[in-house]
């Protein structure tokens, strides 16, 4: 049983990271400047507004 806020932090962190790593999906992380990022975005939801 947790003691402390961060003890329960830490056990579910850990958790958390235990569940990406066996589930099989593979991650990618993917960074732009926020204007970039902006018209990224528009272009991907632009036609499913449509």
Same mark, same amino acid.
């Given at each position: +049983?947790?003691?402390t806020? !961060?003890?329960l932090a830490a056990? +579910?962190?850990a958790r958390? !990271?235990?569940a990406k790593a066996?589930?099989?999906v593979e991650r990618e992380t993917f960074t732009q400047p926020r204007e970039q990022a902006r018209q990224?975005?528009?272009a991907f939801l632009?036609?499913?507004r449509r």
């Open positions: +049983m947790p003691r806020p !961060r003890d056990r +579910m962190a958390r !990271r235990q066996d589930d099989g990224t975005a528009r632009d036609p499913l």
